[in-house]
């Protein structure tokens, strides 16, 4: 039959386009992939060459800079070094300078101190000891020709007598003469006087009483022994205090002595100390600078040499980048060959399918084959689309009845057009027009359609069990590859075919029934696809409850209509269900 040798071609065009398009997927995905790893390639290329570039330099660097580092690194240590044993040495002048001063200065406080002792006996004292040793001194000594180093451990005892009772020698001298004043000329009167009453009291003696006598002598002897007392005292005070000057100038020239000697000697040791760590900086700086000019004059830069290796690489990589073009104007060229076998192929396919549809298709239908853009929109997404083949339960709601039908036919005939028939099989169960359930099948045998009628779902859902029963029994044990494999050449292996059913204006009891309900939920494991009309207004009429229960079976909703409409359309009826429910 002329539809068989139309259907054939058909076939054998949709098996050679469908054999193109894979091979233009492969050819694409080839090229896509082998683009991606050229263009890898050459970013890889690229940095290992930019990664071999920083390297060298870095390599460079540190092979002329090392050395010099290395070495100016040597001598900042051993300036540091230097500098620390120059510190330390100074230091050490310094606290031994310091040290010396000090210790120079506690030996002439210390040597003052014997002086002042001396010279002042810081210290007041009334006492019979200090007076009995003076007495001592005074008549063993008889004050005459003072000798300083026998007088002096004397003095000594005396003043470490006096320095626990806090008197001074001479506070205590002069306590003792503060009696008398005496002079010179005044002495020397006396003794003239004394003589005086001497020759009276001879004469006394001679020619007078003997006791007045006695009197007049024993006063005599008194007042002469208490001036020779006074005058003895006077002159040990200025002997005392002669000696103490002379040991205090003696002292002093002793002290200034030791510390111009000692500040010689310091000074001395700290200018040749200097004069040692300054010859030895020096001579390091000039090692450091025959060093430097001995390495400088080794090294030779060598630039034209890592000029051309540099010149090289990138004549390699531009010589690389030019074949990975010229592959890709290859493989670009083969793809617009593949492209333009493609859109001749595609072109014959719809001439094919326009002949078909001027000889089998009703001429009120032919303008319908392509889906307008507009002509249905999804309301959950609320966005136009072409109606894609949905493998799940749907709602379609309409406002107009011949916008459902016409939609019914489109969809029929043109998976009749351009999908095998032994793909699909259509249920159409019309319950306003029809009066009960039809079914249409596409069988193998393409000289013949099928048509068949069933009084009830009942028989329907038997279908569907039997389906599933022998789908079944694929994935169950058949007692070995060898069963298995006649099982599945064998007349009860399933075929794989898509069921579509047409539910058209069903009452809500028929959708809720829990048979329709099992076909709504379990039918996509059998591959029965349930797709429900329903009109706008059954929403106003039928319970809320159960729209909501039938909202919530369904996997999506489509709205068929014009554009003007659609475009508002979605949450439309969601929300005129929860008007009603208030």
């Known amino acids: 039959m002329r539809y068989d040798e139309v259907a054939c071609q058909i076939r054998e065009k949709r098996k050679e386009i469908a054999s193109s398009e894979e091979i233009i997927r492969n050819l694409q995905a080839n090229v896509n992939e082998q683009m991606n790893r050229l263009s890898k390639?050459?970013?890889?290329?690229?940095?290992?060459?930019?990664?071999?570039?920083?390297?060298?330099?870095?390599?460079?660097?540190y092979d002329i800079c090392a050395p010099f580092e290395k070495k100016i690194k040597q001598l900042e240590d051993t300036k540091i070094k230097a500098k620390l044993k120059?510190?330390?040495?100074?230091?050490?002048?310094?606290?031994?300078?310091?040290?010396?001063?000090?210790?120079?200065k506690i030996d002439v406080d210390r040597e003052l101190e014997k002086c002042k002792q001396i010279e002042e006996v810081t210290s007041k004292f009334y006492g019979k000891e200090f007076t009995k040793i003076v007495e001592d001194i005074v008549i063993d000594n008889q004050m005459v020709d003072y000798d300083v180093e026998r007088i002096l451990p004397n003095l000594q005892k005396a003043t470490d007598a006096l320095s626990g009772k806090g008197v001074s020698m001479n506070d205590f001298i002069d306590s003792m003469l503060e009696n008398f004043e005496y002079d010179e000329s005044k002495g020397n009167q006396q003794l003239m006087m004394a003589c005086g009453g001497g020759i009276l009291v001879l004469g006394l003696l001679i020619f007078a009483y003997p006791i007045g006598v006695a009197v007049l002598i024993g006063t005599l002897?008194?007042?002469?022994?208490?001036?020779?007392?006074?005058?003895?005292?006077?002159?040990?005070?200025?002997?005392?205090?002669?000696?103490?000057?002379?040991?205090?100038?003696?002292?002093?020239?002793?002290?200034?002595?030791?510390?111009?000697?000692?500040?010689?000697?310091?000074?001395?040791?700290?200018?040749?100390?200097?004069?040692?760590?300054?010859?030895?900086?020096?001579?390091?700086?000039?090692?450091?600078?025959?060093?430097l000019e001995s390495r400088r004059g080794d090294f030779i830069f060598n630039s034209n040499r890592i000029e051309e290796d540099y010149s090289n690489l990138i004549k390699s990589i531009e010589s690389d980048i030019s074949v990975i073009k010229q592959n890709l104007n290859t493989e670009e060229e083969k793809l617009k060959d593949r492209k333009t076998r493609l859109s001749e192929l595609l072109t014959e396919q719809e001439i094919c399918l326009r002949n078909i549809t001027n000889d089998y298709l009703p001429k009120k239908l032919r303008v319908d084959l392509s889906l307008p853009k507009d002509y249905?929109?999804?309301?959950?997404?609320?966005?136009?689309?072409?109606?894609?083949?949905?493998?799940?339960?749907?709602l379609l709601v309409y406002d107009n009845d011949k916008y459902a039908q016409d939609f019914r036919s489109m969809m029929f005939f043109q998976t009749l057009a351009r999908t095998s028939p032994d793909l699909f099989s259509f249920i159409i169960l019309d319950q306003k027009y029809l009066g009960g359930t039809t079914i249409s099948l596409f069988h193998e045998d393409q000289s013949a359609k099928i048509a068949t009628t069933q009084s009830d779902m009942q028989a329907l859902l038997e279908n569907c069990n039997e389906e599933v029963k022998r789908r079944h029994q694929i994935v169950t044990p058949h007692g070995g590859i060898e069963k298995y494999n006649e099982f599945m050449v064998g007349q009860e292996c399933p075929q794989e075919t898509t069921n579509i059913i047409f539910y058209c204006y069903p009452e809500l009891s028929d959708i809720l029934n829990p048979v329709n309900t099992q076909i709504i939920y379990n039918g996509a494991n059998t591959g029965y696809y349930e797709y429900i009309f329903l009109p706008s207004k059954i929403f106003d009429e039928w319970d809320v409850k159960g729209l909501r229960d039938l909202l919530g079976m369904v996997n999506k909703i489509y709205y068929i209509g014009d554009s003007k409409i659609s475009k508002h359309a979605k949450f439309k009826y969601e929300l005129k269900l929860d008007e009603r429910g208030q």
């Open 86 to 104: 120059r510190d330390k040495a100074l230091e050490g002048i310094t606290e031994s300078r310091y040290k010396s001063k000090f210790k120079t």
């Open 376 to 394: 249905l929109v999804d309301i959950k997404d609320n966005k136009p689309i072409l109606f894609p083949f949905v493998r799940e339960a749907c």
């Open 221 to 291: 002897i008194f007042s002469c022994l208490k001036s020779y007392l006074f005058i003895s005292c006077t002159s040990a005070r200025k002997g005392l205090e002669l000696n103490v000057s002379s040991v205090d100038s003696l002292v002093k020239d002793k002290v200034k002595a030791l510390v111009d000697r000692d500040r010689a000697k310091v000074e001395k040791n700290y200018s040749d100390a200097i004069a040692k760590i300054t010859e030895r900086i020096d001579k390091l700086d000039d090692d450091c600078v025959i060093e």
């Open 41 to 61: 390639a050459d970013r890889d290329k690229s940095n290992h060459i930019r990664d071999e570039e920083k390297r060298a330099r870095e390599q460079f660097e």
